[in-house]
């Protein structure tokens, strides 16, 4: 029997806290993807201009975070911030919007303004949005942190 127990350990290995996170920000990825897609396809709720922006912005996460996540890949921030950082900006944006009840008028779908679900009372369609974007940059300070401190 081996010093570990008996386990292999593999620095690669989802126990090493950085692909720990790249998989968090991968599976958050992957839940807001799914949840635009089941409001606009099953729900049948017409995104706004806004919405399309924050899908662009979030959609391609999936595949970054989730090759980086797959393959460990440190230097993915790289690719994946540029993505989330604008997101918080323009899901921050439409919440705004959203909550002055403001009838901004966008050109695709229905209002920016608009309400179209709310969950626990207070979580509406951008504020989703804006949860989403803010954990997924989160986790990737969290591994620029990581890279710079040399923790694989």
């Not at 350990?9 to 720990?20: D, E, K, L």
């Not at 017409?46 to 899908?55: G, K």
């Not at 989730?66 to 921050?92: F, H, N, Q, T």
Request: glycine share 16%; hydrophobic share 45%.
């Amino acid at each position: 029997m081996s010093r570990d127990g008996g386990k292999r350990v593999t620095p690669g290995g989802i126990g090493n806290p950085r692909r720990r996170l790249l998989v968090g920000c991968t599976f958050v990825a992957v839940v807001a993807t799914v949840g635009s897609l089941y409001f606009s396809e099953v729900m049948r709720f017409h995104p706004c201009e806004l919405c399309w922006y924050q899908r662009v912005l979030m959609y391609p996460l999936v595949v970054v975070l989730g090759v980086g996540a797959l393959e460990d890949r440190a230097g993915v921030w790289k690719s994946a911030l540029p993505l989330s950082v604008p997101g918080i900006g323009l899901a921050g944006y439409h919440t705004v919007i959203q909550a002055g009840s403001s009838s901004t008028d966008c050109v695709v779908g229905g209002g920016c303004g608009g309400v179209y679900w709310e969950g626990l009372g207070f979580l509406t369609i951008p504020r989703l949005s804006l949860l989403a974007f803010v954990l997924i940059t989160a986790g990737l300070i969290g591994v620029v942190l990581s890279e710079r401190r040399g923790v694989s």
